[in-house]
């Protein structure tokens, strides 16, 4: 695994590359690569904190693992390549911000350009084997990813937190909601959708959130 993160990204993370958990999870993923195909493409683990600097950092959106069908998985969470269809959370994802602010459905499911502009695109798991969803689990990457979310709370104030289902809804006690704020809804997948994704505003309400304390709004 390539390590070399932003010196914003670094200089908070730095500390856990050192540790007994992390060393054991490096040689997990370094192992499941070398042996079996795996998601996002090695270059692409770290794609949240590529596109996404520390210092430019005003919104955190938390998913669980990557895509594991080929071609789909790009290192941000919901996001797919280019050309690639839109899995069922990402459509449903695009029907609310398309309701929400009122523009079109995206053509393309990659969400680099959010991530650009300041969005943290995290899934709580960095990497997964070919075609068997939640393998990669429980191997130090909610450690790590938890301790990110940690650091950010700390080191951040007024970062906007979406929280989209019971799974992200968890992470709520690494936040402290005294400095940042946490916006939180049903998954948008098609099983919890129904429940109250639609109609969330999740976007609208962000962009209002950041108007207010100055920040520029995200282009979603």
Known sequence: ?????????????????KKPYFKELASFVSSEYKNYTCYPKEKDIFAA???C?????????IGQDPYHDENQANGLCFS???GIKHPPSLKNIFKELASDLDKEIPQSGNLEKWAKQGVLL????????AHEAG?????GWETFTDEVIKQISEEKENVVFLLWGKFAESKKVLIDSKKH?????????PLGAWR???GSKQFSKTNTFLKKIGAKPIVW
Do not use: C, Y
């Not at 993160?5 to 730095?14: D, F």
């Not at 995290?122 to 084997?129: G, I």
């Not at 393998?135 to 191997?139: A, C, E, I, L």
């Not at 946490?182 to 998954?187: G, S, T, V």
């Open 53 to 61: 600097s520390l210092n430019d950092l005003k919104v955190v959106i």
């Open 1 to 17: 695994m390539n390590l070399n993160l932003s010196e914003s990204w670094s200089t908070i993370l730095q500390p856990q590359f």
């Open 196 to 198: 109250g994704w639609f």
């Open 80 to 82: 797919v390549k280019d």
């Open 49 to 51: 904190f590529d596109f």
């Open 122 to 129: 995290l899934n709580a798991t960095l990497t997964v084997r």
């Open 181 to 189: 704020t946490l916006f939180i809804a049903p998954h948008p997948s």
């Open 135 to 139: 393998s990669h689990q429980k191997m």
